[in-house]
T-cell receptor
Framework: DVKVTQSSRYLVKRTGEKVFLECVQD?????MFWYRQDPGLGLRLIYFSYDVKMKEKGDIPEGYSVSREKKERFSLILESASTNQTSMYLC??????????????FGQGTRLTVV | AQRVTQPEKLLSVFKGAPVELKCNYSYSGSPELFWYVQYSRQRLQLLLR??SRESIKGFTADLNKGETSFHLKKPFAQEEDSAMYYC?????????????FGTGTRLKVLA
């Protein structure tokens, strides 16, 4: 009953490469999120989307962009990967209606290493 | 500014001992708060939400608006409670809610 799927569990990329992280959800949720998880810093919001083709910057959007062409898919793009983007990336989705107490469902995470 | 503070990075307790994971928040409106948990090699998942006033796996959390706190408690810790715990605050206009997470507390329950 996997609900949020991230395309890769582990990824190793070189500095300067363009990196795509893909996330797909099967719950017909309007809202989708990309977080970065680092020890001691918790989860920090990179970008989120509350509808197809809609996006808003989170707390740490620099160096990242996103794409939401279809409701079920939310992609995170690292335009030019740098070593300080080595991290665990988490995708999440959440319904919009009655969303005040709605649960967020998370993917399994993508551990990205930039060398 | 909206903020969630979890002052402890690591909390170690012995099995059977009481557990309290601290969470303090700063929010200008009426807060909606959650606890999420991540067990080893598993996804981050919802543990409980304050609006439901529920008890999950023996854990409870009470919203204290006077102290702006939402501490997570369990009277008798079990080894399987060892995990990373995150406190989260709902933020945003209706329909576009997003979470503000704390930095997390790692709970280790010792045998």
């Amino acid at each position: 009953d996997v609900k949020v799927t991230q395309s890769s569990r582990y990824l190793v990329k070189r500095t300067g490469e363009k990196v795509f992280l893909e996330c797909v959800q099967d719950m017909d949720h309007e809202n989708m999120f990309w977080y970065r998880q680092d020890p001691g810093l918790g989860l920090r919001l990179i970008y989120f989307s509350y509808d197809v083709k809609m996006k808003e910057k989170g707390d740490i959007p620099e160096g990242y962009s996103v794409s939401r062409e279809k409701k079920e898919r939310f992609s995170l793009i690292l335009e030019s990967a740098s070593t300080n983007q080595t991290s665990m990336y988490l995708c999440a989705s959440r319904r919009r209606q009655g969303a005040l107490d709605a649960e967020a469902f998370f993917g399994q995470g993508t551990r990205l290493t930039v060398v | 500014a909206q903020r969630v503070t979890q002052p402890e990075k690591l909390l170690s307790v012995f099995k059977g001992a009481p557990v309290e994971l601290k969470c303090n928040y700063s929010y200008s409106g009426s807060p909606e708060l959650f606890w999420y948990v991540q067990y080893s090699r598993q996804r981050l998942q919802l543990l409980l939400r304050h609006i439901s006033r529920e008890s999950i796996k023996g854990f409870t959390a009470d919203l204290n608006k006077g102290e702006t706190s939402f501490h997570l408690k369990k009277p008798f810790a079990q080894e399987e409670d060892s995990a990373m715990y995150y406190c989260a605050l709902n933020e945003g206009p209706s329909g576009t809610y997003k979470y503000i997470f704390g930095t997390g507390t790692r709970l280790k329950v010792l045998a």
